[in-house]
DNA sequence: TTGGCGATTGGCT
DNA sequence: GCCAATCGCCAAT
């Protein structure tokens, strides 16, 4: 339906970058914030990218959220001022991203679920193995994957343009959804999943009706 | 020091 | 749709 975006948005890389202050103060506020938003990969190779079309919000004391036991090793990241970038493994061999969503010392966050490719297609394909589009970063496994996300980005700051940053192009998002969040066993039926109504670059088409 | 557990993915039925 | 692979992290021993 709306597989005409990733051509109608201008390139991601021509984003102006966002300013902290324009991030809202409250993880779920900021989940739903972000879609429509670009983000922009820079790597030797070129720039990667495209616009956020999926995102959960782990807020202050969910249950299901990594920051929920307290401050780790693995998790500091989720504890800095909103913004910075919280990478870090799941089921042993797919990274995550996630943005740090509170003030610092407080532990939340929003998840990158998906974004539709716009920018270094070729680069995400080669990064990914595969030629198809929709595959590239659908999924927040996958989206690292294709951007070359690893622990070594886990803390930078996603508000300065940089190896990873946040930028927006201006255009207002599509119709945003709202629905349960995906994979979780605890507080799994609250509905803190946001989404592009209609976009097929959105995961999860399963979970969608549950 | 160790055992269990995932905010998933991709291959196979 | 079902299920195995995979391994860093951390709570409990």
């Excluded at 809202?24 to 739903?32: C, E, G, S, W, Y």
């Excluded at 589009?133 to 294709?146: E, F, I, K, W, Y």
């Excluded at 343009?161 to 959804?177: F, H, K, N, T, Y």
Aim: glycine share 12%.
């Amino acid at each position: 339906m709306h597989e005409g975006n990733s051509v109608i948005a201008p390139p991601a890389a021509c984003s102006r970058v966002l300013d902290r202050t324009e991030l809202p103060v409250d993880t779920v506020q900021l989940a739903r914030f972000l879609i429509g938003k670009m983000l922009v990969r820079e790597l030797a190779e070129g720039v990667a990218g495209g616009r956020i079309v999926e995102t959960e919000a782990y807020p202050i004391g969910d249950a299901a959220g990594h920051a929920y036991r307290g401050i780790t090793p693995r998790n500091q990241a989720l504890f800095l001022e909103r913004g910075h970038a919280y990478v870090y493994v799941a089921y042993g061999s797919s990274f995550m991203m996630n943005v740090s969503s509170e003030t610092p010392g407080v532990g939340a966050g929003v998840l990158i679920r998906s974004i539709e490719p716009t920018d270094g297609i070729s680069i995400m394909q080669r990064n990914r193995g595969t030629e198809q589009v929709r595959d590239l970063a659908r999924g927040p496994g996958r989206l690292c994957a294709a951007l070359g996300i690893d622990r070594r980005l886990d803390g930078i700051d996603l508000c300065q343009v940089g190896p990873l940053w946040l930028g927006s192009d201006g255009q207002s998002a599509d119709e945003i959804g709202q629905g349960k969040r995906i994979g979780i066993i605890r507080a799994a039926d609250s509905p803190l999943r946001f989404y592009v109504r209609g976009n097929c670059f959105v995961s999860g088409a399963r979970a969608l009706n549950r």
